[in-house]
């Protein structure tokens, strides 16, 4: 039985020293001294706020995308043990004791790190020499720029990382033999893929571009597999379902699970959370949800309510009303109905509530049982303190005159009746029977003679109007804009008919208890809606730039700077590298033109086998380089030089590409590869060059002289520190 003893157990394994040997100089150059400086670092001021609110269960909205990528620098700061305590205030703050520098910053110089030898592998998988592959990784392994980015609290280099693993997954799919069909590795790297690409967009949406060209990829290759007589029709449904099973299905899944993460841990109110919908708010522990808990749902006859916008621009907002009154004649010599006052009020209080009047009934208070209030069904809404009637005429509304006014009818005993009856239209309802719900129902209140709709216009009224916001009767309604939807947030049964009593009542908090939990999906599809539409306002930044200025690289970024020396950190490329890509890029394009026309005449100046290499390196370096570049030109955004890094890596890719095709192509002769040869050593000394002449502003050590300073400003338009004496 022990046979197997007398001899020794041996494993053997290959080990490709390149692969290693890139990975360790990728780790040195990300790692090395990566928790200096000790202080905030350009967008870790943005950032750490979001890790601090996932330590303290905080619900936020980024609108620059997905949660994924800000729940990784989370991770970081948990490994760490960081509770959240930090003011992020202000670029160059020193870090607290209790910031682990380290761990908050070792998820983003890990994944800059892994990019060296995915670039190498990936040059490898597209069928091009070793040698050409490890110049492809030593380019991205000596990018000051992409240096610089993976040493800090910033999600680009996670980004690049999952970006070119999909790549990479991918191609390995690609390159099994159709004997490998369906086997352990052929699902392994198909999935993979599919997994790579939903963390890249849930990163950053930039990531939907490199998605969107490997399912393009992937679509032509399944193309030709249908013309492949050796595969059965059922093969290629086979073949078919697996790819949108792992490239599409689980994708979304996946995307989805980050949010489901994300809004699981985020359970605390926060001030983010007033953007949302009052179901999201009360959704959350705290905040509206212990104001709201234990209100009645369904909304009533004599139910006293507030009314909240569904808009929430300008600014969240209430239906409200005083006791002051119009203005008998505006500045602009327009009368008024000199009525009170209605408008849309910012904040809690008590001017907020108003009740739901039955027309047929003199009673405000709720009936027993009560009577719930339906879609289609005609209501007065009495105000709460004044008990004056929300009212609407064909007169003129203050700051918009063409739309109606609104105001809580006064009767001066003039001919100007009462115009107080409203019918409720639940906009998100399920059926025309529906009940008028707290929180969960979206209404628009219809004016019965005038056919006119309850709106926020979003205009500030006059110091007479105290600022308040303007609602109007909108006559021209078309659609179901949110700013004509209200939902009721505050709610309670009335049960005072005396007005005295019922001021104290409505001061008073709600008895009854029902809760008021959204769905998964319900909360998912608002926030992806609020995270595509919420634009904050676009202002110039100092370091801002163009997509025209990223491929000179006639800008820089400031990261950093220290408070006495003349130490700083910049976001600068490699000088060499960014002209050698563009060259790249250039001649690729104009050999591939060339090519095409020749062969359109039937003449073939390299094998079809390096023709074919030549096109797929094209569509996937090439092609990657352009999706993630010239969709920015059709941005409306604030732009930075690091939104090009993700274009840049794949256009690094290209080089090594161009110069193997020119070497087997197009150097035929000994002298001539000789000198082409030669040229590439000292190409690439003066990339070494560039690299080490830069460092100190990559690294933020050693600081430099005033004149070395000034020596760096290779272009007037770099806006290198320099500290006035």
């Known amino acids: 039985m022990l046979e197997f003893l007398k001899e020794p157990v041996v494993v053997t394994a290959k080990i490709n020293v390149n692969l290693v040997a890139l990975t360790v100089m990728g780790l040195i150059s990300r790692l090395w001294g990566f928790c200096y400086p000790r202080a905030v670092v350009f967008d870790e001021v943005y950032y750490g706020q979001f890790v601090s609110l996932y330590m303290k269960r905080i619900f936020f909205v980024d609108d620059s995308g997905p949660p994924f990528g800000h729940m990784l620098l989370a991770l970081g700061g948990y490994l760490g043990g960081f509770d959240g305590n930090f003011l992020w205030n202000r670029i160059g703050a020193e870090y607290s004791m209790n910031v682990p520098v380290w761990s908050l910053r070792l998820l983003p110089a890990l994944a800059g ?16 020499s070793h040698c050409a592959a490890l110049g492809a990784a030593l380019l991205i392994l000596l990018e000051n720029s992409l240096i ?14 999952f970006i070119l693993l999909a790549v990479l997954s991918y191609l390995k ?5 159709k004997h490998s069909a369906f086997s352990g590795s052929w699902w392994f790297w198909l999935l993979l893929t599919g997994v790579a690409c939903s963390c890249a967009v849930g990163v950053k949406y930039m990531g939907l571009f490199t998605y969107m060209l490997l399912l393009a990829i992937a679509g032509l290759h399944f193309w030709h597999m249908i013309g492949d007589q050796d595969l059965s029709n059922v093969s290629l449904l086979c073949h078919f379902l697996a790819r949108v099973l ?37 959704s959350l522990e705290g905040g509206l949800a212990r104001i709201t808990q234990g209100q009645p749902l369904e ?33 602009n010599g327009r009368g008024s109905s000199h009525q009170q006052q209605v408008t849309c009020y910012p904040f809690k209080d008590v001017n907020n509530w108003w009740i739901v009047k039955d027309p ?11 009577r719930p209030v339906r879609h289609g069904h005609i209501v007065q809404l009495v105000h709460g303190i004044t ?15 063409h739309a109606q006014e609104v105001s809580c009818y006064i009767d001066y005993n003039i001919s100007m009746p009462a115009q107080n009856l409203w019918r409720v239209e639940i906009v998100n309802r399920e059926s025309d029977t529906d009940v008028w719900k707290t929180i969960l129902s979206e209404v628009r209140f219809v004016h019965v003679n005038t056919s006119a709709v309850l709106k926020l216009s979003g205009a500030s009224l006059p110091e007479w109007g105290y600022r308040q916001l303007e609602v109007v009767g909108e006559k021209l309604s078309k659609g179901y804009h949110q700013s004509m939807v209200w939902n009721v947030e505050e709610h309670r049964y009335g049960k005072s008919q005396e007005q005295k009593e019922r001021e104290v009542e409505l001061h008073s908090p709600t008895q009854m208890d029902i809760s008021k939990n959204l769905s998964f999906m319900a909360k998912f599809t608002e926030l992806q809606w609020k ?78 086998d390096a023709w074919q290499l030549w096109v797929s390196a094209g569509g996937v370096c090439g092609g990657g380089w352009a999706v993630n570049y010239l969709p920015f030109f059709l941005m409306e955004k604030t732009l930075f030089l690091y939104h090009y890094l993700p274009a840049l890596t794949f256009q690094i890719l290209l080089i090594p590409v161009v110069l193997q095709h020119l070497g087997d192509h197009l150097c035929r002769s000994v002298l001539l590869k000789s000198m082409f040869s030669a040229l590439l050593v000292a190409w690439f000394s003066s990339v070494y060059f560039v690299y080490c002449t830069f460092s100190p502003v990559t690294y933020g050590q050693p600081a430099l002289a005033l004149a070395e300073l000034k020596a760096l400003r290779w272009k007037d338009t770099w806006n290198i520190l320099i500290r006035k004496q």
């Open 113 to 128: 790190a892994f990019c060296v030898p995915l670039a190498y592998q990936i040059l490898v998988e597209l069928h091009f």
């Open 148 to 161: 610089t980015q993976s040493r800090f609290m910033l999600l680009e280099s996670i980004l690049i990382f």
């Open 173 to 177: 799919f690609y390159n099994l033999k």
């Open 246 to 282: 792992t490239l599409i299905i689980i994708p979304m899944g996946l995307y989805l699970s980050f949010f489901y993460v994300h809004l699981a841990l985020l359970y605390r109110s926060g001030p983010h959370d007033q953007i949302m919908t009052s179901a999201f708010q009360a």
């Open 299 to 331: 909304v009533a006859y004599g139910s006293q309510i507030t009314l909240r916008n569904v808009l929430g621009k300008p600014m969240q907002c209430w239906l409200h009303s005083h006791t002051n009154t119009y203005p008998i004649r505006y500045e």
């Open 360 to 370: 047929g009934m003199q009673q405000l208070v709720v009936s027993n049982p009560p």
């Open 387 to 401: 008990t004056r009637y929300l009212n609407t005429h064909d007169v003129a509304a203050p700051l918009s005159p």
């Open 531 to 608: 995270i595509l539409t919420l634009k904050n306002e676009d202002t110039e930044h100092k370091y801002s730039s163009s997509a025209l200025d990223w491929i000179t690289m006639d800008t820089n970024i400031a990261y950093w700077l220290h408070p006495t020396s003349g130490a700083q950190i910049h976001l600068l490329g490699n000088v060499a590298t960014w002209a050698s890509a563009n060259a790249a890029a250039l001649v690729y394009l104009c050999l591939s033109l060339w090519y095409l026309l020749r062969r359109r005449r039937k003449i073939y100046d390299i094998p079809e």
